[in-house]
């Protein structure tokens, strides 16, 4: 059963073949025997998922079922799960127990689906590797057979990793600079980031507040939209939400392609990326003319800024956001603090880790006195260019392709030294949250035994037709298929 | 472009976070090279653009001015270090 889609697992609970007791006890035991390897999960809330895998039954037999009634999955630990520890990765959140649930887990819990825990994550989704997170590394499944513990990208690189492993069939992740993209493309599984607004972001742990954005991770981009169908919609707790109707996503899977204008956008076939992994994008690209798509090149020409423009915005507003951990309301707080400065200062030194006090304190500098025009201001401007360099290429294409990381699965450690090394592991995924657009990574060949993922990009609010492309890909390919040795 | 030790410090002390002394010398090597990285934006041509603080351009939403959420005091001083009489602690700042 731990190979099924979340589609086929849910026609099996439908047809009684399975009951969500056993489907949930099959996963619990999977976790239990293999998760050690991987470190993907940072909780696993048995007794919580048993109990609600014996409601999910009763609801099925009651006759109130939803596609999602009694199916497994996971929670990347950023969204705030009443009552269950959530810790965005972080020493400062190890203890916090959230008193509400985000918008995203209250819907999941509406829909009678079945959460099995809380999935690692980079600290506060600062990172490319999973090799920030408090909870330790997680490694890749992709690669153990050859002795190689690998990174499974970041920052949602649990939830990637647990879905390669099927461990969870579905996991929900965030998206700041690539956290979804990339991490599913390393571990050759299917991820969707969505417009920015189109998911609510109230309960998920602040980053970067104007790029933020909540998506779904699974195998197939089936279940991606059945995972979309949970999550997007208005949420007035939101201030950024956007009060715009939710089509079906199954709807137009199955749309054909023919007559798709693909746009490649020329600064994403650049020098960074290994003749290999371009092999594999373009061999993708070729089953998409296969399937009457029409292939052009496009321009992005301030697409080379968007790094730079990255790490003033992020920094910046995470400095803002992560000023709240002050050891008074909640989280940790240092031991025997002699005066309230002292409070402050040595929670924040003890409680967070390396990379996010880094960010802090670029983003406080970008943010100070005699800077904020040269730094944040200046990224604001650029950032506008970069929007438009999107708006301007969707006048002439549909979607763009492009890879969504310059190498696949790199070692565990061998980009931990310097900081704007790891920063460059983004560098085709971060524009498209600058600009706010939506983007897909969909597996799309392999490169030395190790996934490599087609990034499509879309214009805003068209989640219907990245995922309609993706299902039609993976109606004639395998590569979604693939399963770690 | 590199960012002095002076800096590192002030800036520490508005971000409120305690540096040791030995961790300075990386910090000004890691801040200095993202801040190298930040420094490509000079090259942009930026004159006459409007500065984007918000992908879609969306404006700050106003509800109607209602009561909307009921006092959860008690629920949410459950998960604080320390409290007392429904009051948060912190060290004594007054004499």
């Keep these: 059963m731990h190979n099924k889609s979340v589609a086929e697992l849910s026609r099996e609970l439908e047809s009684g073949k399975i009951s969500s007791v056993e489907l949930t006890r099959e996963f619990l035991d999977r976790i239990k025997a293999e998760d050690k390897q991987y470190n993907s999960f940072i909780a696993v809330t048995e007794d ?38 959530t810790t965005a990765g972080s020493k400062m959140l190890a203890n916090f127990v959230p008193p509400y649930d985000s918008t995203v887990t209250a819907n999941f819990r509406a829909a009678g689906a079945v959460c099995l825990g809380k999935t690692n994550m980079d600290e506060f989704a600062m990172g490319s590797s999973n090799e920030s997170s408090f909870f330790g590394p997680v490694t890749n499944p992709w690669g153990l057979s050859a002795g190689e513990k690998r990174v499974p990208g970041g920052s949602s690189g649990g939830s990637a990793a647990a879905i390669a492993a099927r461990l969870v069939p579905a996991a929900t992740a965030t998206d700041t600079g690539g956290s979804i993209r990339q991490p599913a493309a390393l571990c050759g599984i299917t991820g969707l980031k969505p417009t920015y607004g189109r998911v609510s972001r109230y309960g998920i742990i602040a980053f970067a507040s104007s790029l933020d954005q909540g998506g779904t991770m699974a195998r197939t981009a089936e279940d991606n939209a059945l995972m979309l169908n949970v999550m997007a919609g208005f949420d007035p707790k939101d201030s950024t939400s956007v009060d715009r109707a939710v089509p079906d996503y199954t709807a137009t899977l199955n749309e054909p392609l023919k007559g798709l204008r693909v746009g490649l956008p020329k600064e994403y076939f650049s020098d960074q990326l290994s003749p290999a992994m371009e092999q594999q994008i373009r061999n993708a690209v070729k089953e998409y003319e296969k399937l009457g798509a ?18 003033v915005i992020a920094p910046a507003e995470a400095s803002a956001n992560l000023s709240r951990f002050d050891g008074v309301r909640y989280g940790y707080r240092c031991e025997n603090p002699q005066d309230l400065n002292d409070l402050y200062t040595r929670t924040r030194a003890e409680g967070f880790g390396d990379e996010v006090k880094r960010r802090i304190l670029v983003g406080t500098y970008a943010l100070s006195a005699g800077y904020f025009d040269a730094y944040y201001l200046k990224a604001q401007k650029v950032r506008r260019l970069i929007q438009q360099d999107f708006i301007n290429a969707f006048k002439e294409v549909d979607v763009l392709m492009s890879p969504v990381s310059p190498s696949p699965a790199f070692v565990q450690g061998a980009n931990t030294n310097d900081p704007v090394t790891m920063y460059l592991e983004d560098i085709f995924t971060i524009a498209v949250n600058l600009a706010g657009v939506p983007a897909m990574s969909v597996p799309a060949g392999f490169v030395d035994g190790l996934p490599v993922g087609l990034q499509i990009i879309g214009n805003y609010f068209d989640e219907a037709r990245l995922l309609n492309a993706a299902h039609q890909f993976q109606q004639v390919t395998d590569w979604h298929q693939k399963l770690p040795q | 472009m590199t960012i002095s030790r002076e800096d590192i410090e002030k800036v520490a002390v508005l971000a409120r976070i305690r540096l040791d002394e030995e961790q300075i010398p990386a910090l ?5 090279n993202i801040l190298s990285l930040v420094d490509q934006l000079r090259a942009a041509d930026t004159d006459n653009v409007e500065p984007l603080s918000h992908p879609l351009d969306a404006v700050q939403r106003l509800r109607a001015d209602e009561v909307t959420e009921t006092n959860q005091r008690e629920a949410f001083q459950a998960i604080a270090p320390a409290t007392e009489d429904g009051l948060y602690l912190v060290p004594r700042v007054i004499e």
């Design chain 2, 28 to 32: 000004e090597d890691d801040l200095g």
């Design chain 1, 294 to 311: 029409t292939v052009k090149e496009v321009s992005l020409p301030h697409a080379k800024l968007a790094i730079a423009a990255y790490y």
């Design chain 1, 48 to 85: 919580q998922a048993m109990a609600d895998a014996k409601a999910a039954d009763e609801q099925r037999a009651a006759g109130n079922a939803s596609v999602w009634t009694g199916v497994p999955f996971a929670h990347k630990d950023i969204f705030c799960t009443k009552g269950v520890a």
